[in-house]
């Protein structure tokens, strides 16, 4: 029987977040889908449509520890992990935590930065630690990375590697608002944003009983073969280099449990599936240049996987 308590907190959350973010509503629940499975997030999309606003009123919306780092081509992995400081007094090297030891991190435009530095993001995403002068710190137990990225410009950027790009849950884009949508938010911020006056409705203990809820939704065997399936003929398609791998196959069951829990539902239903699998699946696909040349993307894919995979009844 699905728990009331949690259909009602999720509209809290959800209804909190939209006071800043207007006509966006699959997004934000793709959002709270991704913090509710411990995942990370990655929001894709052209500038000024609010990606940064996202982060922040996700964070706004939670009793938890936030930071923001902006990244540039001169940020070095210990700006983001910490560095150890000699003391004099003592004389021992004293731990000084970097941003990264938040609940929620803002990884703002993560492709400004080199590979180097991205990648002291890895071991955090996906064992929950930072691991610095050959010592492991632990992260808090809800730890979420909310990463930004412009997808078109290519001056002083840098790709995020697929490794990177494998340890995101999902990847969003917020897209543009319709014509009222875009006149509610003008008149919204007359005087001043909305973010300011933006209030926390959930705290820490709210997040951990919903986030051990997600994985007691009931989800039937036949559905895990379905999203087997699918991320099956990722890799056998002809189209792609690379196909996605069994931690997207996880993610994917993941959101599906998720989702059921956020509409209230008894049990996983593969229309859910289907309505995830290209936000879980489009990131963690190469598509081969001569295919990409003829206009091949990963949406396109897997939207053709989904045809012609026969769902379960």
């Known amino acids: 029987m699905a728990d009331p308590r949690i259909q009602k907190a999720l509209a809290a959350l ?6 800043v973010i207007i006509g966006k509503r699959e997004v934000i629940e ?4 991704t913090l509710l499975c411990r995942g990370h997030l990655l929001i894709e999309d052209m500038p000024g449509l609010g990606k940064t606003m996202l982060g922040r009123a996700i964070a706004g919306s939670l009793s938890l520890s936030f930071k923001r780092v902006q990244f540039t081509p001169d940020l070095l992995p210990s700006d983001i992990t ?3 400081i000699y003391n004099q007094k003592n004389a021992e090297f004293d731990f000084c935590p970097g941003p990264i030891f938040t609940n929620l991190l803002l990884a703002d435009e993560i492709n400004r ?6 990648s002291s993001l890895l071991e955090a995403m996906e064992e929950r630690q930072v691991t610095t002068d050959g ?9 979420m990375v909310v990463a930004t ?3 078109i410009e290519l001056q002083g950027t840098y790709p995020l590697p697929e490794a990177q790009l494998d340890r995101f849950f999902m990847r969003v884009s917020v897209g543009y608002p319709i014509r009222d949508e875009e006149v509610r938010v003008l008149e919204m911020q007359i005087r001043e944003h909305p973010i300011h006056s933006l209030k926390p409705v959930l705290g820490e203990e709210h997040i951990r009983f919903m986030q051990r809820a997600v994985s007691e939704a009931h989800i039937d065997r036949s559905l895990l073969a379905y999203i087997v399936d699918i991320v099956n003929a990722t890799r056998k398609h002809p189209d792609l280099l690379a196909g996605a791998s069994p931690r997207a196959s996880l993610s994917l069951m ?9 509409k209230g539902l008894e049990f996983v239903e593969p229309t859910l599936i289907k309505q995830l699998a290209r936000h879980v699946l489009t990131h963690r696909l190469i598509v081969k240049p001569q295919s990409r040349l003829r206009g091949v993307t990963e949406s396109k894919l897997v939207e053709e996987i989904l045809q012609v995979t026969p769902a379960p009844v």
């Open 14 to 19: 959800i209804a909190n977040i939209e006071q």
């Open 30 to 33: 793709l959002a709270v889908i």
């Open 82 to 84: 910490g560095v150890s």
């Open 113 to 118: 930065t080199t590979p180097r530095t991205q």
């Open 135 to 143: 010592i492991s710190r632990a992260l808090p137990e809800i730890f």
């Open 149 to 151: 990225q412009n997808p």
């Open 254 to 262: 993941r959101a599906a449990q998720a989702m059921s829990l956020l």
